[in-house]
């Protein structure tokens, strides 16, 4: 069996790219959604607000800027091929150093404080957040999923009975969007993630926002179970920036994981109406 | 109803304003968000003056992403305004007019806001190319180490926003969903 060499500057230069790529322009997935509800949406103040967030998307690309100045922690996911060696440096440094040059060359806002309670900026939007899993073959595929705080910050997680099941998971997610309200910046995108330990749980619903609007969940009882979540959202009103109206959800993705008897955690990352990601395969 | 208005204001200016109205305000705006706040507090606990006069003025809550050569601001779109609450009244006290920004506020801020006359006005949320559109010029004014939350003086130009709060306590959060759901169960 042989190894397949992966340069180090290789995914540098991919993960710089794929920084400015990914605050510039919205996936086609999301786009195509908020179009969608543009043609959809009723109420007339919830339309033209849809129709102000297009204008918005079309100005980032006019003008070169970021679609929102909360240009986010720089969420890198690598998926990385065991038969893949990375050379020239580590992959930690080199992530690291592509959002440096991608956040400065791109002027994308540093939006990182080195530690949470002194709270001094970076500077360079360092260090990145990143999420590696080894997987079969040479490969080495690279998502940056930039994520601003207005949507993380509403994100919550519980660790649910058992005896609570499917009911339990619904009213979990369905008071989370109530709470959050016009903070995460309706039309919202939610990942949950479902089962697993505390911490796979979390990740589950932060990878399930990863996931195209047009590619639901392969298990049909998950698939139905986002679709009715979703229906469950866009009945409460909160609409396109909390002013009322049909388009509170743009799409639910759900990621499910074995977990304890004991356990039924639930896990609801929320995305906001530019929730970002742009992928390159090395 | 849409209201065009002109820094500084003043409570009669603001006091027409209802929840859901639109407005294009132009003159100056001030922006402060999370940490610039917490440096105003440390300047009135120390009792000396703020980098601006608060009477009559706007405080826009965001962070720019920095200009390219040759442009006045870079993407400039809102932040979640619940973050700056605990500061909130004091500054209201103090004469502090209009606050822009998106998202919920609390009891507090919403009581303080009717007390002095004071409205909280919507930019669009993620909308940080839109936003900047309006606005013709950007000069930093106080804590440049701050960075992305530097306090700014901008000059703005009939930039667009929503009456979220108004003077008289009328919330757009409660009664535009509120209005919609009410329209469904008429039909």
Redesign the interface.
Known sequence: MSIREIQAAAITDAVEQLCIQANRFLPQDIRAAEENAIAAEP?P??RT?LE??R???D??AD?????????GMACVFVELGQDAHITGGTLRDAVDEGVRRGYTKG?????ITGDPLK?Q?T?DNTPAFLTVDLVPGDGCRITVAPK???SE?MSRLAMLKPADGVQGVKDFVLETVRLA???P?PPIILGVGVGGSFDKCALLAKHALLRPLDKPNSDPYYAALEKELCDAINA????P??????TTCLGVAIEQAPTHVACLPVAVNIG???TRRATAEL | MQYELHTPLTREALSVLKA?DTVLISGTVYTARD?AHGRMMELLDAGEPLPFDIRGAAIYY???????PG?VI????P??A?RMDKFTPRLLDLGLACMIG???RDAAVKASAVKNGAVYL?A???????M??SIRSCEIIAWPD???EAVRRLTVEKMPL?VLLDAHGSN??E???????Q??SAD
């Open positions: 109420w103040l919830a607000t102000l967030l204008s918005n998307l100005a980032a003008k070169e800027l970021p679609i929102c100045q909360d240009t002027y994308l806002r540093k939006s709270r900026n500077e601003g705080a207005g910050n309200g016009s903070n910046c409460m009103g909160i609409g920036q909390g002013f009322g109206g049909a906001c109406h530019v | 859901g940490a965001v962070g720019p992403t920095p200009e390219r442009q870079g993407a400039a779109g932040t979640t619940g998106k998202g919920k919507a669009l949320g993620g909308a940080g190319a839109l900047a559109a701050l960075g992305c929503t757009l959060y009664s535009g969903p509120a209005a919609y759901l329209s469904l």
